[in-house]
Nanobody, 125 residues
Framework: VQLQASGGGLVQAGGSLRLSCTTS????????VGWFRQAPGKEREFVAA????????YYADSVKGRFTISRGNAKNMVYLQMNNLKPEDTGVYFC???????????????????WGQGTQVTVSS
């Protein structure tokens, strides 16, 4: 499964962006999809995830209430709507997918089998 993240850019604090994750596979319907980000000099961190089998969504505390993960009508798309962006949201954003994750593992990037190239998000103050 090949993934591609897109939609990043430069935005002022308080602004919004929508990231898209698409796949070469026919569908992401049976995959848990997660978004992660990595800021310069920092470790990769969990942002949000959408679990395929129960529709559950999960968020890092730092983005809760500002970011929304959703699945598109096209079964091979997952989105991350980011509102009220802050400079600390700056980083490279990656989407990842896995078909067998359990809820307790959903925040750990090492548990995902498939990763896409990232998209840069820069939030200016």
């Amino acid at each position: 499964v090949q993934l591609q993240a897109s939609g990043g850019g430069l935005v002022q604090a308080g602004g919004s962006l929508r990231l898209s994750c698409t796949t070469s596979a026919r569908t992401l319907s049976r995959y848990t999809v997660g978004w992660f980000r990595q800021a310069p000099g920092k470790e990769r961190e969990f942002v949000a995830a959408s679990k395929w089998n129960n529709g559950g969504t999960y968020y890092a505390d730092s983005v809760k209430g500002r970011f929304t993960i959703s699945r598109g009508n096209a079964k091979n798309m997952v989105y991350l709507q980011m509102n009220n962006l802050k400079p600390e949201d700056t980083g490279v954003y990656f989407c990842a997918a896995d078909a067998r994750l359990i809820s307790s593992s959903i925040r750990f990037g090492s548990e995902y089998d498939f990763w896409g190239q990232g998209t840069q998000v820069t939030v200016s103050s």
